[in-house]
C-alpha cells in the first residue's frame, strides 16, 4: 500500500511516522516548503520528545520520504489521509479551506481508485462535502471513498498516543472502506469503532468537549475550595477514585489552552446554534475557561498591591510541558494582562518562545534564575519537569520577595511556606 499524507503538521507528521513504522511506504506532502526541506533532512519542525529519532529511523528506513510536489503524490497514493488544518473562524466555525483545496487537488488528480481518510478534526457533514470536492474536481471518473478517521493524539506525547490508542474510530458509509481501514489497523492492539462517518465527526468534538468540561468544573470547585479552605486536589483525588470519575483531567489550573480545546469546543457550539441546539453546558464550560486565570491574578493583586512597577517571573509560556506550542496558551494571555498593569515580566520556557507581539515588551530569559532575579513574584503557568527541581533556598535569596503563584498546582506548598514563601496554587494553599 502506498501511503499519502497531506498536511504535515503536528498530526501529519506523526501519522506519517506511525504509518512509516507500521511498515507501510508514506509520503508526506505539504504545501510549506520549508517544512518539507527540514522533514527531509530530519529536522521536525515541532518540539516533542522522541520526534527526531523516530523521524531519522523512518527516514533511513526508506519507508518515508517528503514532497512538495502535489501531482505526482497524489497519482502515486492509493490511500490518502487528510491532515491539514481546520482553525476557527471569527464565528466559532472551523475554517475548511485548506480541505476543500487539498479534497479538489485530489479529485484534479485521481487516476485510479483511492480511500481518502480524513484525520482532521471537522465538523458533522464534512465528509460528505469532501466527497461532492472531489468529485466535482474531477475531469475523468474514477471510483474513491472518504472516510472519517479523527485523531486523539495529544501534543507532547503525540507518538506514544498514535502508536498507543486507546481506540480507533471509523466512519464510513460502505463496507468495503470500512474493512479496508480495519486492515490498515490491523496490527494496533486496540478497540476498532466503526460507524457512520457523522457519528465519527461527532465522537471528536464530543470526547474534547467532555475533556474540557471536566477541567472546567474541577476549575470552578477550586473556587468554592478557596473560599472554604480545602485543597482542591485532594478533592479531585477523593472523586477521582470512583472509577466511574476517574482522576484524569482534573487538575484544577488556570485552564485550557492550545490549539484543540477552545477551537474545538467553538465549533461544537456553532454546529448546535446552527442547528436549533442549545448546548448550555459547554457555553459554561467555555466561560469558566475564559475567567479562570484571573482569580489567581487576584489573589497576587492582593498580595502586592498592583502590579505596576514590579517584576514578574512567568515560568512557562507552552500550552503545556513538552510542546513549544503557545496556541491559545493562558501563559501569555497571563503575559499580555500583566503587561496591561504595568508589570515588568520576564519570562522563561524551556522550548517556547515569546510570540512576536510581545517580544518588545516581555523579556525572554535563557534561565529560570535570571527570570527569578529581583522578582516581587512567580507565577507558575506550565508544569514544565524542570520546574519541579528548583533550587527554591538558592533562589529566594536573589528574589525582591518571596511569592509565588501555582498557576498548576505543582509545587510542594507545606515545603515552599516552611522555608518562609508566600505560596498560593488555584484551590491550593
Ligand atoms: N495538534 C493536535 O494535537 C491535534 C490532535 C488531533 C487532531 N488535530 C486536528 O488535526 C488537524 C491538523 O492539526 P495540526 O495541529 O497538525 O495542524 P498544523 O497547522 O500544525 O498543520 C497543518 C499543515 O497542513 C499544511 N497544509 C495546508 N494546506 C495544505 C495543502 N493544500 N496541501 C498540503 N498541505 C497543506 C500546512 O502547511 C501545515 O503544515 C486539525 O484539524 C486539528 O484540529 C490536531
Ligand atoms: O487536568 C487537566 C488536563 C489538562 N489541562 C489543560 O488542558 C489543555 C489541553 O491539554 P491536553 O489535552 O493534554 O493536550 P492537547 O494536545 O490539546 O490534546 C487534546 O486535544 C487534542 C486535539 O484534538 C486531542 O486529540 C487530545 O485527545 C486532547 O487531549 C492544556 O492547556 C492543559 O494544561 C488542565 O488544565 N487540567
Known amino acids: 500500500m502506498n501511503i499519502l499524507v497531506i498536511g504535515t503538521g503536528y498530526v501529519g507528521t506523526t501519522t506519517a511516522l506511525v504509518l512509516a513504522e507500521m511498515g507501510w511506504n508514506v509520503t508526506g506532502l505539504d504545501t510549506d516548503v520549508g517544512k518539507i526541506e527540514r522533514l527531509r533532512q530530519g529536522l521536525p519542525h515541532f518540539y516533542e520528545p522522541g520526534v527526531e529519532p523516530m523521524l531519522r529511523k523512518q527516514l533511513d528506513s526508506g519507508?518515508?520520504?517528503?514532497?512538495?510536489?502535489?501531482?505526482?503524490?497524489?497519482?502515486?497514493?492509493?490511500?490518502?489521509?487528510?491532515?491539514?488544518?481546520?482553525?476557527?473562524?471569527?464565528?466559532?466555525?472551523?475554517?475548511?479551506?485548506?480541505?476543500?483545496?487539498?479534497?479538489?487537488?485530489?479529485?484534479?488528480?485521481?487516476?485510479?481508485?483511492?480511500?481518502?481518510?480524513?484525520?482532521?478534526?471537522?465538523?458533522?457533514?464534512?465528509?460528505?462535502?469532501?466527497?461532492?470536492?472531489?468529485?466535482a474536481a474531477q475531469t475523468e471518473p474514477k471510483q474513491f471513498d472518504v472516510v472519517s478517521n479523527p485523531e486523539f493524539l495529544r501534543e507532547g506525547k503525540a507518538l506514544y498516543d498514535a502508536l498507543h490508542p486507546d481506540r480507533i474510530i471509523i466512519g464510513a458509509d460502505t463496507v468495503s472502506a470500512g474493512q479496508r481501514m480495519k486492515n490498515m489497523y490491523h496490527s494496533m492492539d486496540c478497540p476498532i469503532l466503526v460507524t457512520t462517518p457523522k457519528t465519527a465527526e461527532l465522537i471528536k468534538y464530543a470526547a474534547n468537549s467532555f475533556l474540557a468540561t471536566k477541567i472546567s468544573y474541577i476549575n470552578e470547585l477550586s473556587r468554592l475550595c478557596d473560599k472554604l479552605g480545602i485543597n482542591v486536589k485532594e478533592v479531585a483525588q477523593g472523586i477521582g477514585l470512583d472509577p466511574r470519575i476517574g482522576t484524569s483531567f482534573l487538575q484544577a489550573g488556570i485552564g485550557y489552552g492550545g490549539s484543540c480545546f477552545p477551537k474545538d469546543v467553538a465549533s461544537l457550539l456553532h454546529t448546535a446554534h446552527e442547528h436549533g441546539s442549545e448546548l448550555k453546558l459547554l457555553e459554561e464550560v467555555v466561560a469558566v475557561n475564559r475567567t479562570q486565570y484571573m482569580h489567581l491574578l487576584e489573589k497576587a493583586r492582593a498580595r502586592l498591591g498592583d502590579f505596576s512597577g514590579k517584576k514578574v517571573a512567568l515560568l512557562g509560556l507552552a500550552f503545556?510541558?513538552?510542546?513549544?506550542?503557545?496556541?491559545?496558551?493562558?501563559?501569555?494571555?497571563?503575559?499580555?494582562?500583566?503587561?496591561?498593569?504595568?508589570?515588568?515580566?520576564?519570562?522563561?520556557?524551556?522550548?517556547?518562545?515569546?510570540?512576536?507581539?510581545?517580544?518588545?515588551?516581555?523579556?525572554?530569559?535563557?534561565?529560570?534564575?535570571?527570570?527569578?532575579?529581583?522578582?516581587?513574584?512567580?507565577?507558575?503557568?506550565?508544569?514544565?519537569?524542570?520546574?519541579?527541581?528548583?533550587?527554591w533556598a538558592a533562589v529566594k535569596h536573589s528574589m525582591h520577595q518571596p511569592n509565588i503563584f501555582d498557576g498548576r498546582n505543582v509545587l510542594d506548598a507545606g515545603k515552599l511556606t516552611t522555608m518562609g514563601f508566600f505560596y498560593q496554587g488555584v484551590g491550593y494553599r
Open 63 to 135: 519507508r518515508l520520504r517528503f514532497t512538495a510536489h502535489t501531482r505526482e503524490a497524489i497519482e502515486a497514493a492509493d490511500t490518502i489521509f487528510i491532515c491539514v488544518g481546520t482553525p476557527p473562524l471569527p464565528d466559532g466555525s472551523a475554517d475548511l479551506r485548506y480541505i476543500k483545496q487539498v479534497a479538489e487537488d485530489i479529485g484534479r488528480n485521481l487516476n485510479a481508485y483511492k480511500l481518502v481518510v480524513i484525520k482532521s478534526t471537522v465538523p458533522v457533514g464534512t465528509q460528505r462535502r469532501v466527497a461532492e470536492w472531489v468529485g
Open 320 to 391: 503545556k510541558p513538552d510542546t513549544d506550542d503557545i496556541r491559545e496558551s493562558i501563559a501569555i494571555r497571563i503575559a499580555e494582562r500583566l503587561v496591561d498593569e504595568r508589570a515588568y515580566v520576564a519570562a522563561h520556557d524551556p522550548a517556547a518562545v515569546l510570540p512576536a507581539e510581545l517580544c518588545a515588551s516581555v523579556a525572554q530569559c535563557s534561565s529560570v534564575e535570571q527570570a527569578m532575579q529581583d522578582a516581587h513574584a512567580v507565577f507558575l503557568c506550565t508544569e514544565w519537569d524542570e520546574y519541579l527541581s528548583i533550587d
